[in-house]
């Protein structure tokens, strides 16, 4: 019974975990509207964070009995991170 209730909390909280990865690389949109308006932001922390999110993905997939939440919770990641370092560079 222990066992089943952990169980149900650690699957909340890595749910709760997943929508918050999501919404930190949402949150780059802002940045790349700047960027294409002229005012360039920082190129380096979005790159990381595509790198980032590119290595955990393949981590992911890759591991045996694919681990889904990794790989949706970084997909973002890996298109807003690019989008945001992108810009950044074209806009200076």
């Not at 089943?4 to 650690?10: A, L």
């Not at 964070?49 to 949706?72: E, H, M």
């Not at 890996?78 to 989008?83: D, N, Q, R």
């Amino acid at each position: 019974m222990r066992r089943f209730i952990m169980e149900k909390i650690i699957t909340k909280v890595g749910s709760v975990a997943s929508v918050m990865s999501v919404l930190m690389y949402v949150s780059y949109i802002p940045q790349i509207m700047n960027n294409l308006s002229g005012h360039p932001g920082d190129f380096i922390q979005p790159s990381v964070a595509f790198v980032n999110c590119t290595l955990w993905s393949l981590y992911g997939f890759f591991k045996q009995g694919r681990d889904w939440p990794i790989i949706i919770a970084n997909l973002p990641g890996i298109v807003c991170g690019f989008l945001a370092a992108f810009t950044a560079l074209m806009a200076r």
